[in-house]
């Protein structure tokens, strides 16, 4: 989006000419969730270590799923660590990091954040935020039916949460500063369709929305190269593009003869039969259902292997109008490695380009499409950097605490 | 934390000082800034030349009061052990001082007498002391001290544990069992740490420390059933669960 499609206007122009263009193109977690690629950038670490895989988990030993939120995180964030430099932060509206709890400095949680009262520390903020009209998100619901109301709300919350941020730039004495857009995710899954249509009805709101952002971020970021010794770092959480098809793993499972319920009455993941072998959850992370891991495994230690490669071929050969619908099946620990592996999936599949994977437990067909046009990519995302010079050659998402710490001298 | 000072009046040998330092020692074990001050010191260092007429009593009271008023003042908590045998003036000091709490140290004539290892009383009777309190001197009870304290039927601790319990009541000291003692070998190793991190002073680093490891290992770390709902119903609408 800094640069822009080839031969259209940068959506960005701000922070393109901020950067002089020198954005790079930078690779996130998989799976390439906020949840995830959030986690992994305030740690510096990948799912194996800091134990976030997803926006729902499985309760060990269960079909039951949950919720992990920021206490679940088992690696300490930037924001906690800095505090042992002496440093203080000011973090607004960083999603995984709800509930709010104490660090040096000031914290207003991101998605998914639910009660304003728990989002914030410290908390002699709260009143001002509430003052203020802080929304912690905007009701996504409206993005489907409701799309005027819906794009009001999104100008609404970004010009109240940078009077905010306003408030705080000024007020705390900080030695990191971060500023979380959430509102150009939440227009693209329902309007990305719209980004380059300039026969779309919402085209012209699109933009106008990107500009507002634009014009918001760069009001920071000048202000903090106004700074001495002070250096600014952009990036996303994941990139995006336009869906071609939704594909809905456990149908093709089932389908394959992996995954069956045990009665037609119940729905979901506890009615799985004890002759499944494997099951996926949103979006894109397959299990292998073991004896021993789950209540109804039928997968025996000696077979493990054998059905992870089954997976492997299924989904690799798994086509969707002709063309190829995943780019790469990962075994879990390809991708992760460290303490918190036990709660892993056993496999992990990335799509190819407009393949938008989802669990899809109660779908009764394999694709499909639905009012989602845009969806996240994880190769697309970007980093741009005050010091272009210090990002590395491929970045991940990764890298970025490291990079951060360089610029702080640390 | 709010400062006071804590008055301790009564005969002499009536036990003020042996108690003064008692609550001292718990306060520092709780962490709390205190200072001590006692008769024996500041005749030497604030009052020298006063002697014992009720105008140079007065006036040692008065330097001693003022004194309390500023470390008070401070946020310290000052353990003050005076005979202070003159209502007025303990009052001029109440007022002086504002965050004042008289603790009566009542104990009977004989049994000072029989704790008077130096001999004074003796010598007082035998007319060798003049314008000694409780012999040749009077002592005016308190009228509405916040506490009294019956040292010649308590024992130490009873008493301790009653000065607490009326600081707490008072609202000067935390509520018992929400006050935490960090052991000294603890707490010398956090005062190590305490300059590379950024926070203001011990309290508030041990807080974040505490928030932390609550945060980790709370039984409460899942969402209660309406906000999984709601936390569902987000990610419903934005297709991140199908």
Redesign the interface.
Known sequence: MLAGAPGRPSLLPGMKGFFSGRAARMTVSIPE?SAVSWSSFMTGTQPGEHGIYG??DLVPGSYQV??P????L?VEPFF?E???????SVIINLPATYPA??I??VLVSG??A?ELERSVFPPRYLSMLKQAGYQV?V???K??ERKVEFLADLHCALKVRKQVADRLWEREDWDVFMFTVTGTD?LQ?FLHDACFDGQHEFHDEFRAFFHEVDETVVDFMQRAAARPGMEVLALSDHGFGPIRSEV?LNPVLKKNGFFSSETPDVKGLPGISGRATAFAL??SRLYVHRKGKFPRGAVADADYERVRRDLKDLFRAYEVGGGKAIRRVYYAEELYSGAQMAAAPDLLLLSEPGI?L??????DRETGT?H?TGMHRQDNAFLACSRPELIAASPTIFDVKGLMYRLLAI | MKGVTVWFTGLPCSGKTTLALKLSAELKKRGIHSEDLDGDVTRKYLSKGLGFSKEDRDENIRRVGFVCSLLTRHGAVVTAAFVSPYRNIRDEIRGMIGDFVEVYVKCSLEKCIERDVKGMYKKAIAGEIKNFTGVSDPFEEPLQPELVIESDRESEEESLRKILGKLEELGYLGQAGKDIVIPDYLRQDLVKMLP????PDLPTFV??IL??YV??N?GQ???SQS??D???E??K??????
């Open positions: 969730i926006f729902v949950r919720f939120d920021f206490r679940d088992k906690i800095l505090g042992a430099h002496g440093k203080r709890r104490p040096p400095g998605f998914v639910l998100d009701d996504a619901g993005g489907r939440r899954h809905y949103d979006p938008d989802k669990g899809g437990m109660e779908k639905s989602f | 590379g991190q950024n926070f807080i974040h928030s932390q945060a980790r709370s770390a899942d969402l906000e999984e709601e936390v569902r987000k990610l609408k934005l297709g991140y669960i199908s």
